[in-house]
């Protein structure tokens, strides 16, 4: 049995859970190519016009491989964390790929509820008896799957460059570098090194909520606020970069409560969408560093 992942949206962030999950049933995993022009431009012409970049290039990732396997794993995420939930879209993912793209091979689409052990059990077997008729076996998968995700450490921390700052975002924006157009090298490139938000405990994270009038119901939403304030307030880096797709409507909520908790502190937005030039984006990128650098100087002379 042949299963289809796509390398896109939250495989960054659990591609060991996910592979791990169908390796141990016994399954023959095909993936995606990396992200690239060709995976966009397929994206692009088969989703909805309304949808984000991440969004498209996802039904991208599912043409590549729809007719190389004979089950395509398109997760129905529902709920990661208890009384909170991450974008609608990742709900009624599934249906959007059926609906747009023809002729795809049987797709699993279990809902996935990541935050109970009992309910990811459920899902494990309803997906996993697609596979193999064998219990057991689907219950020796999830503890195997549940304790490589445990094991890997998914997020990026190069603090030996003169310059910090947190790179702030959903993961499929952050870790995709062709839909980032490799922006981690080219901030490393500058001197500048970034720490992300599995760098910092959930806890601290989630203290970080208290200030606001009300909790942010949205999963990613916390984790990006409470980090990126915390490593503010606590002067950890020099500035935060924040990468946003154009559209996104938790973004845009986010964005405005990090710049009401920050205050002055340097704050770039990076809006990205299938139309996004490379050249504008270099430019934003290098006055960004440059006034950070301005800044460090000043700082540093005042101390001194």
């Not at 980090?227 to 154009?246: C, H, K, M, P, R």
Request: charged share 25%; net charge neutral.
């Amino acid at each position: 049995m042949k299963v289809g992942i796509p390398k896109s949206l939250l495989y960054y962030k659990y591609y060991l859970f996910i592979e791990t999950f169908f390796r141990e049933l016994g399954a023959e995993i095909v993936l995606s190519k990396d992200t690239n022009k060709e995976i966009l431009n397929n994206g692009v012409s088969f989703c909805v016009d309304e949808a984000c970049l991440p969004i498209k290039i996802f039904h991208g990732h599912v043409l590549d491989i729809k007719d190389k396997c004979d089950l395509i794993f398109i997760p129905r995420i529902m709920q990661l964390e208890k009384d909170e939930f991450i974008c609608p879209k990742f709900c009624g993912l599934p249906e959007m790929v059926v609906n747009s793209i023809p002729d795809l091979p049987k797709v699993l689409k279990e809902p996935i509820y990541g935050y109970s052990k009992s309910k990811l059990r459920t899902w494990a077997f309803n997906t996993g008896k697609l596979i193999t008729g064998n219990p057991v076996k689907i219950d020796r998968a999830l503890k195997s799957a549940i304790e490589a995700q445990i094991s890997v450490k998914s997020g990026k921390e190069n603090g030996q460059y003169p310059i910090k700052v947190a790179l702030a975002g959903h993961p499929y924006n952050i870790y995709d570098s062709f839909i980032n157009m490799n922006l981690i090298k080219k901030l490393n490139k500058l001197g500048i090194g970034v720490i992300t938000e599995v760098e910092v405990e959930k806890n601290l994270k989630t203290k970080q909520i208290l200030s606001l009038y009300k909790r942010p119901f949205w999963t990613f939403s916390r984790e990006i606020f409470g980090f990126s304030t915390y490593l503010a307030e606590n002067y950890l880096i020099d500035g935060i970069v924040y990468v946003s797709s154009f559209g996104c409507g938790i973004d845009s909520v986010i964005i405005e409560l990090i710049k009401n908790k920050i205050g002055e502190f340097p704050f770039l937005i990076l809006k990205i969408d299938e139309e996004t030039g490379e050249a504008g984006f270099d430019t934003r990128i290098e006055a960004f560093s440059d006034m950070l650098e301005r800044r460090k100087v000043k700082i540093e002379n005042n101390i001194s």
